[in-house]
C-alpha cells in the first residue's frame, strides 16, 4: 500500500494562490504517475493534473490549464495554484498510479487537504 499524505491547504482570498504537497514518506514516486485531483461539495472527484515519473510530463484539466502548475523534487510532488477563485473551493487529492486524470483507475490516495476561496 503506497501512503501519500497531502498538505498547504488554507483559507485562501479570490484571485491569491496556494502550493500543495503531496509525499509519500515510505515510498518511492520512481514507478508512479502522480495525479492531482478536487472534490467540491455535492459533487464528483474532478482530475486536475498529472506527472509522468519517466521524463516529467505534464498534463492539466481545462479547468486549471494556465493556472495551476504541477512539479516534482525527489520523492514530493507540488501543485502551484494561482489566481484562485471561490470554484476552486474542494478537498485536493494526490493519488498514485496509471497516468490518467480518471479517478477511478487509482488505487493509491492521499486524505486530502482543504482549500477555501472566500473573501
Known amino acids: 500500500q503506497v501512503q501519500l499524505v497531502e498538505s498547504g491547504g488554507d483559507l485562501v482570498q479570490p484571485g491569491g494562490s496556494l502550493t500543495l504537497s503531496c509525499i509519500a514518506p515510505?515510498?518511492?514516486?520512481?514507478?508512479?504517475?502522480i495525479g492531482w485531483f478536487r472534490q467540491a461539495p455535492g459533487k464528483g472527484r474532478e482530475g486536475l493534473s498529472i506527472i509522468s515519473p519517466s521524463d516529467g510530463a505534464t498534463y492539466y484539466a481545462d479547468s486549471v490549464k494556465g493556472r495551476f502548475a504541477i512539479s516534482r523534487v525527489k520523492n514530493t510532488v507540488y501543485l502551484q495554484m494561482n489566481n484562485l477563485q471561490p470554484e476552486d473551493t474542494a478537498v485536493y487529492y494526490c493519488a498514485a498510479g496509471p497516468g490518467s486524470l480518471r479517478p477511478m483507475e487509482y488505487q493509491h490516495w492521499g486524505q486530502g487537504t482543504q482549500v477555501t476561496v472566500s473573501s
Open positions: 515510505e515510498f518511492t514516486l520512481d514507478y508512479y504517475s
